[in-house]
């Protein structure tokens, strides 16, 4: 568990509990891993996710999503701003994954955003990580 990248980190667990089929995994929560959490269920990577208090600490609790035949939604998940080496795009350089097929999800002045919302609103930022 790395603790100087929560990100990474959150990104590992939903990885793996993706490859062994499970049904939900809780992360601790964060604003940052909020927005993200909220991008995957609007971009339907993700079932559901639910915010669970317990005492002074608080968790998200994914739910994953699979097709009828059990394969995952999710193929992969890659961080790609990291804490040692941090990853800027201008609104023109924002990668696309899998031409469009794939999210981004880039931290702009405005928010947390995909990397098709951040171009229509000619936003450049941080890419934290791109999901397909």
């Known amino acids: 568990m790395s603790l100087s990248d929560p990100i990474a980190n959150m990104l590992t667990v939903i990885r793996n509990a993706n490859r062994v089929k499970k049904d939900k995994v809780d992360i601790p929560a964060s604003k940052l891993k909020m927005e993200i959490i909220k991008i995957f269920k609007n971009e339907g990577y ?35 701003s990291k804490p040692g080496l941090r990853v800027y795009r201008k609104k023109h350089d924002l990668p696309r994954v899998y031409n469009g097929l794939g999210t981004s999800i880039i931290s702009t002045s405005k928010g947390v955003l995909t990397d098709k919302k951040a171009r229509e609103k000619n936003l450049g930022g941080e890419v934290i990580c791109c999901i397909w």
């Open 46 to 80: 993700i079932k559901n996710f639910k915010i669970i208090e317990e005492g002074k600490r608080s968790y998200i609790r994914i739910y994953l999503k699979y097709t009828t035949t059990g394969q995952s939604i999710i193929h992969n998940l890659l961080r790609i």
